[in-house]
């Protein structure tokens, strides 16, 4: 379609170039029709912008911010459990992350587990959207939304024993939390992006 379109206008510049030197000369002048300028394609302008996009890549690489770890919330959890669970004044504790990264994670990591939209499955709420606020207030008499919260009610952590909590009850056991979790919610959650990477395995 396109190259008989081309043809067409070709010729129907030929046409009117030849009609113009019968015109004006009296006579076909046909070098003149042959030098008719006929529009060329643009240069090619492809070399310079992939360059160009090179570079920025290269820029933002070796920005050289920390690499993140590639980890689960359910994983999250764990780990902070298995280091005691760690505060929001502690030192950052280690967690080996689903590349086989030795990754360090904080406290700030976990509040995000648990205040995060959308990170246990497609269009996940996050706890706090119902564990929030005063304990005795909040559903289920559980506020997720900061530290002295999390650690009000024993249950909850079970004095640092993972498998004996009623987190691990309701994400791992049950599967029910968040609530309204469908059956089909991956396991641990979505693979989610925290921390920092301290060395490769
Ligand atoms: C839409 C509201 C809602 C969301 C979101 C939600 N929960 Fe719940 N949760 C409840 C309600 C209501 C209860 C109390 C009823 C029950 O135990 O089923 C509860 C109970 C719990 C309990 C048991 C508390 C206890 O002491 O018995 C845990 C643990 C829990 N939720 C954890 C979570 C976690 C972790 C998330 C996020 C991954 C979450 N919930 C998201 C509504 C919610």
Redesign the pocket.
């Known amino acids: 379609m396109r190259k008989g379109k081309l043809l067409v206008m070709l010729g129907a510049l030929f046409l009117v170039a030849g009609l113009a030197a019968c015109g004006i000369q009296g006579a076909p002048n046909f070098a003149k029709v042959e030098h008719t300028p006929i529009p060329t394609l643009p240069p090619a302008t492809l070399p310079p912008v992939e360059e160009a996009l090179q570079a920025s890549a290269g820029e933002e690489g070796e920005a050289g911010a920390a690499t993140p770890c590639r980890t689960t ?1 359910v994983d999250l959890l764990q780990a902070w459990f298995e280091a005691g669970l760690p505060g929001p004044d502690a030192e950052p504790f280690t967690l080996t992350d689903l590349d086989g990264n030795t990754c360090q994670v904080t406290f700030e990591d976990v509040q995000f ?2 205040s995060q939209a959308g990170i ?1 499955y497609d269009g ?4 706090t ?3 929030v606020g005063d304990p005795e207030a909040a ?4 506020s ?1 939304d900061n530290y002295e919260h999390i650690m009000s ?1 024993d ?2 952590t079970a004095g640092g024993n993972w498998e004996q ?3 691990y ?3 791992v056991v049950r599967k ?5 979790r469908p059956a089909d919610a991956p396991e641990k959650g979505l693979e989610i992006f925290v921390g920092q990477v301290v060395s490769g395995e």
């Open positions: 919330p587990v648990f246990w996940s709420p996050a706890c959207q119902c564990h559903l289920g008499q559980l997720l009610k249950a909850t909590s009623t987190l009850d309701r994400l029910d939390m968040p609530l309204g």
